[in-house]
């Protein structure tokens, strides 16, 4: 199995270090065979402090000279498994980057948006600064789809994402929520603030030809809403609300912004070029 062998390599590289005197080129050699063995489901499955423990009772069962020699090995075991931790923590880090982004955009990902938007809720809470939330569609993406492929729509949604995030500031968070459908996030930005800059969006992608050589209008329709930084409301009620206003968009005939109901101004832009 996988986790014993994991098991007997830490085992090996555990005794090494601690009989050797704690050389560097045994944890050398160990980041990388260790590091080697650590694929997702072995990260999930192994407790590195329990197979630690395990290996160091079979090592001190080993070298038991002396109650001063013992803690000698202790000692460098210990300093072992902080050196190995590191290699580990620092492979957990890589994994959750990878597991919070969409490969295709690059994208924060569905996975890592209660984090962002919880923590930027709270942080306006604790301020009493507004946040908008605002849901962006592809209009009738599934129609690109079916008449030029999936590969198509791959490059016009990879095309989208890059116009979206060139147009909001480094604060600024934006998410794809799955399927052609983008969360956009503007902290500490009232909703005239906001309408602004989603209009620059909508008219930006709604201006260029995403689709080179193919007469296709690529369009998009954005719900936005406000928490204006006073009273509570949570992560759910400003994804809904923000939905709500994209359907609306959609319904009212596409290629707009509109505003939900919570915040919202009665002055909306444009809908169309």
Request: hydrophobic residues 40%.
């Amino acid at each position: 199995m996988a986790s014993e062998t994991f098991y007997t390599t830490y085992k090996n590289y555990l005794e090494r270090y601690v009989c050797e005197g704690g050389t560097e080129g045994v944890l050398l050699e160990a980041y990388q065979d260790l590091a080697c063995s650590l694929d997702d489901n072995h990260v999930q499955a192994a407790n590195i402090l329990d197979i630690h423990t395990r290996a160091l009772r079979e090592v001190m069962g080993i070298r038991r000279d002396s109650d001063s020699i013992q803690w000698i090995y202790i000692d460098r075991a210990t300093e072992f498994l902080a050196q190995i931790l590191v290699v580990i923590d620092t492979f957990l880090l890589q994994l959750k980057d990878r597991i919070e982004h969409d490969p295709l955009t690059g994208l924060y990902n569905r996975l890592a948006l209660y984090p962002i938007l919880n923590h930027l809720l709270k942080e306006a809470q604790e301020k009493g600064k507004p946040l908008v939330v605002a849901m962006l569609d592809l209009d009738n993406f599934k129609v690109i789809n079916d008449q030029f492929g999936h590969r198509v729509g791959d490059e016009v949604l990879l095309a989208t994402a890059g116009i979206i995030k060139k147009a909001l500031r480094a604060g600024d968070k934006v998410v794809r929520y799955g399927g052609e459908e983008f969360v956009i996030i503007l902290a500490d930005t009232s909703l005239h603030r906001a309408q602004i800059a989603l209009e620059r969006i909508r008219s930006q992608i709604a201006g260029q030809r995403l689709l080179p050589g193919l007469d296709v209008p690529i369009t998009v329709s954005i719900g936005a809403t406000e928490f204006s930084g006073k009273g509570t409301t949570s992560v759910n009620d400003l994804i809904a609300q923000a939905d709500e206003a994209m359907y609306r968009a959609k319904r009212e005939g596409k290629n707009r912004v509109i505003c939900g109901e919570l915040g919202c101004t009665e002055e909306h832009l444009p809908g169309n070029p």
